[in-house]
């Protein structure tokens, strides 16, 4: 388990002081894939580098089974970093060694037999599906095959904790996918505890078990994802996930309603469709933002009444005895 207390970093220069996060508080569990999200700047990428002390934090503690790592004397926080890997934004490989000796490359550094290593990196190749590429350079290598290549080198030591730092944003949307997805199944196969920063919906949506919401160095809310996402508190979380009124297409039509789905079990239902028949009234879907989350739905949807004030009445009336949450758009 990962706990961090009172975390806080501060960075000073000749002319001020600039706080990159402030009193963090954050527990996460063995086994679980943890998401920070928030937008640039707020503070995501200075958290996760004071995790593993790549910097240093100003106060606080980080305490990771148990241990501060904030006390340890270097040689037992050299020996505790094994346990926690890492990938980041721009893969960070070594572009004179080739695929094999990237993954190596750490084990190398903890003093592995040069045949043991060799072993375990072709074990790791194989499990993010590089097998025929072990000889070649990332020169050689796409994007995606660069950050594979990148998760199987933080992977070397067999950590039990793998801190992403934006590891997708520099791909694209078919590439994010397969990396996520085999990010979820290192999670699963391994029982690594993922930490993903990000600045992306998508990702936190796609893998991620709880969220925490960083905005301005703080941290603004923090839940499982499920719960967030279709009741966020905060203003930055209902920022990030709901999209505001100015995203629904403009008409002429009438009143707006909202369609908030907060674990609704009736996943196959088509819901408009027989509230459309049996009402014997049109709407407009103006927006859909709706996900299925342990198998109950989860989301919101805008829909436009009919002008014709009975037709929207039918509609109203048929909503308020349906198990559906809605309010009205103002």
């Known amino acids: 388990m990962i706990e961090l207390k009172h975390l806080g970093k501060v960075y000073k220069t000749s002319e001020k002081e600039i706080v990159a996060i402030d009193d963090i508080n954050l527990t996460i569990e063995d086994g679980e894939i943890f998401g920070i999200i928030g ?21 606080g503690e980080v305490i990771i089974d148990g241990q501060s790592l904030t006390k340890l004397p270097n040689r037992e926080l050299l020996k505790m970093r094994q346990s926690i890997g890492m990938i980041f ?27 043991t290593a060799e072993a375990r990196a072709k074990e790791l190749i194989k499990l993010v599906g590089l097998e025929d590429r072990e000889k070649s350079y990332p020169s050689q290598l796409s994007g995606g095959q660069k950050q594979r290549v990148a998760i199987a080198r933080a992977l070397a030591t067999k950590p039990k904790y793998l801190l992403c730092d934006e590891a997708t944003s520099a791909l694209d949307p078919n590439t994010t996918r397969q990396i ?8 699963e196969k391994l029982g690594v505890t993922i930490i993903v920063i990000t ?3 998508k990702v936190i949506d796609r893998i991620c ?55 609704y079990e009736k996943t196959n239902e088509p819901l408009i469709a027989r509230m459309v028949m049996e009402c014997g009234a049109p709407v407009n879907i103006l927006f859909a933002d709706t996900r299925i989350y342990e198998g109950v739905l989860h989301g919101h949807m805008v829909i436009e009444l ?25």
């Open 199 to 201: 600045h992306e919906m």
């Open 209 to 263: 078990d709880s969220v925490a919401v960083i905005d301005s160095s703080h941290i603004a809310e923090v839940g499982k994802v499920a719960e967030v996402f279709t009741s966020p508190k905060s203003k930055i979380a209902r920022d990030l996930i709901i999209p505001k009124d100015s995203t629904a297409i403009s008409t002429e039509g009438g009143r707006r309603i909202r369609l908030t789905f907060d674990g």
């Open 89 to 115: 934004q721009g893969f960070n490989l070594l572009e004179q060694r080739n695929v094999i000796k990237n993954v190596c490359f750490p084990l190398e550094i903890a003093g592995v037999d040069k045949k």
């Open 306 to 330: 009919p002008n014709e004030e009975k037709e929207a009445e039918k509609i109203i009336t048929w909503l308020t005895h349906s198990a559906v949450s809605w309010k009205e758009e103002i």
């Open 39 to 59: 937008l640039s700047g707020a503070g995501k990428s200075t958290l996760v580098r004071c995790i593993n002390l790549l910097e240093m934090p100003t106060s």
């Open 180 to 187: 996520l997805d085999l990010l979820k199944e290192i999670n």
